[in-house]
């Protein structure tokens, strides 16, 4: 399964991120997968906004 991850910042930049999702195991096990995927997803946009942004304090 592919999802994608998008996050909007405050001066209205939008990032996408596609990503796929394990769901070999089936149904039953999606939100697992799902959760994981946007996880890496997400570490792979912070690193992007901090690349162009500089580093934040935020978590």
Do not use: C
Request: glycine share 14%.
């Amino acid at each position: 399964m592919r999802i994608t991850l998008g996050v909007v910042l405050d001066d209205g930049t939008e990032i996408r991120r596609p990503v796929d999702v394990d769901t070999d195991d089936g149904p039953q096990h999606w939100g697992g997968g799902i959760a994981h995927g946007v996880e890496r997803a997400l570490a792979v946009v912070r690193a992007m906004v901090e690349n162009t942004y500089g580093a934040s304090n935020d978590e």
